[in-house]
């Protein structure tokens, strides 16, 4: 689902779909492990041919939480009020491919008749997400990324119980996924930047995962 702001302007993707997918990029992202970015082109896609796909490898952040916000200035998100903090990991990105890069893999893909082919991303340290894990009576851990694409699989049962709520003023996915209960959203920070918020615990009901979105100051 293609997520906009109140002027209609697209902020970034929340794709949820079944883990029992079929089609073939579904199944090349599935065999992502952390630390792993490839670039893919299938010949016959109905829509892009050529998409980057990441799975963020999690690194221990040691550095505080002022410090991070500082590397963060120019995102301006919001973080859950009057809460002690346990632990915070980050994430880095990767380099995109050139166009000519991309020019390449087409060519490959006609010259050899392989319909799909992968490259690897190379990693770089751009920071593109954070996670801090709260404690307190129930704990918590909120991830806050700056890329707003994201491909969620889910088991049938799982996917028949996402359910659309709204948080912050903007639409919203609650739903368990391996026993945790998540809520997820995208919306713009105060700088203006899109970013895409999730909050997770176990368990976790959707109306403590509210209260504490809507808590989150700058």
């Given at each position: 689902?293609?997520?906009?702001?109140?002027?209609g302007d697209?902020?970034?993707?929340?794709?949820?779909?079944?883990?029992?997918?079929?089609?073939?990029?579904?199944?090349?992202?599935?065999?992502?492990?952390?630390?792993?970015?490839?670039a893919?082109?299938?010949?016959?896609?109905?829509e892009?041919s050529?998409?980057?796909?990441?799975?963020y490898?999690?690194?221990e952040?040691?550095?505080?939480?002022?410090?991070?916000?500082?590397?963060?200035?120019s995102?301006?998100?919001?973080?859950?009020?009057?809460?002690?903090?346990n632990?915070?990991?980050?994430?880095?990105?990767?380099?995109?491919?050139?166009?000519?890069?991309?020019e390449?893999?087409a060519?490959?893909?006609?010259?050899?008749?392989?319909?799909?082919?992968v490259?690897?991303?190379?990693?770089?340290?751009k920071?593109v997400?954070?996670?801090?894990t709260?404690?307190?009576?129930?704990?918590?851990?909120?991830?806050?990324?700056?890329?707003?694409?994201?491909?969620?699989?889910?088991?049938e049962?799982?996917?028949?119980?996402?359910?659309?709520?709204h948080v912050?003023?903007?639409?919203a996915?609650?739903f368990t996924?391996?026993?945790t209960?998540?809520?997820?959203?995208?919306?713009?920070?105060?700088?203006?930047?899109?970013?895409?918020y999730?909050?997770?615990?176990?368990p976790?009901?959707?109306?403590?995962l509210?209260?504490?979105?809507?808590?989150?100051?700058?």
């Amino acid at each position: 689902m293609d997520i906009k702001n109140q002027n209609g302007d697209f902020l970034g993707k929340i794709q949820i779909e079944s883990l029992d997918s079929e089609d073939g990029m579904d199944q090349i992202i599935g065999n992502l492990r952390p630390g792993d970015g490839k670039a893919i082109y299938i010949a016959d896609a109905k829509e892009n041919s050529f998409t980057q796909q990441t799975n963020y490898a999690a690194v221990e952040w040691e550095n505080g939480l002022e410090q991070l916000k500082e590397n963060l200035t120019s995102w301006k998100p919001r973080f859950p009020a009057q809460v002690e903090h346990n632990s915070i990991q980050v994430y880095y990105g990767f380099d995109n491919l050139t166009p000519d890069e991309i020019e390449a893999m087409a060519e490959e893909s006609e010259m050899t008749g392989k319909n799909v082919i992968v490259r690897d991303l190379k990693p770089n340290n751009k920071l593109v997400g954070v996670s801090i894990t709260y404690g307190g009576e129930k704990s918590f851990t909120l991830r806050i990324f700056g890329t707003t694409k994201s491909r969620i699989g889910l088991s049938e049962s799982e996917l028949a119980q996402v359910r659309t709520l709204h948080v912050r003023g903007v639409e919203a996915f609650y739903f368990t996924n391996h026993g945790t209960d998540r809520l997820i959203w995208i919306e713009e920070g105060s700088s203006g930047k899109a970013l895409q918020y999730e909050l997770f615990g176990k368990p976790m009901p959707a109306d403590i995962l509210i209260n504490i979105a809507e808590s989150m100051t700058t």
